[in-house]
């Protein structure tokens, strides 16, 4: 049974996040952050303990260099859901994507980091783009503080 499967029910997202947790095998993320965007009522806390136990935070930032666009949009939604501090890098890079979907979820994702020194550095880098969505988007970010 695929781990989609195994994910299908929200009812059953307790017991699919153990087993996928326990088989250990990273190539589920995907299945389990499409789970977690479900538009249901349901506990999502066994997922993210999936994400985690899984190594979400190493797989997204090596997802965030893929050639594949919905890879890298992935791995920017499992920066967004498991913020770690080595994150902001990929992120910054993320943010400035030529594929509009994988940049917009970057840019939610690192909105949502620790603000950190680091952070601060990259987004202050970010707000002098030539981008100007983006320019503008990080200048709010940082006068949130």
Excluded at 1 to 8: I, Y
Excluded at 36 to 50: C, I, K, T
């Amino acid at each position: 049974m695929s781990a989609a499967d195994l994910l299908a029910h929200p009812g059953d997202w307790p017991r699919a996040a153990s087993e996928l947790a326990a088989a250990g095998d990273p190539s589920v993320l995907p299945d389990l952050v499409a789970a977690y965007d479900q538009p249901v009522e349901a506990s999502r806390g066994e997922l993210l303990d999936a994400m985690e136990a899984l190594g979400g935070g190493a797989e997204a930032r090596r997802l965030a260099g893929s050639s594949d666009a919905a890879e890298r949009r992935v791995a920017a939604r499992l920066m967004q859901l498991l913020p770690e501090p080595e994150h902001v890098a990929a992120l910054e890079r993320l943010a400035a994507d030529d594929d509009g979907a994988v940049a917009t979820a970057a840019r939610k994702a690192l909105r949502g980091q620790r603000r950190t020194p680091e952070w601060r550095a990259a987004v202050e880098r970010l707000a002098a783009s030539d981008d100007a969505d983006l320019a503008a988007a990080a200048q709010g970010w940082l006068a949130e503080g």
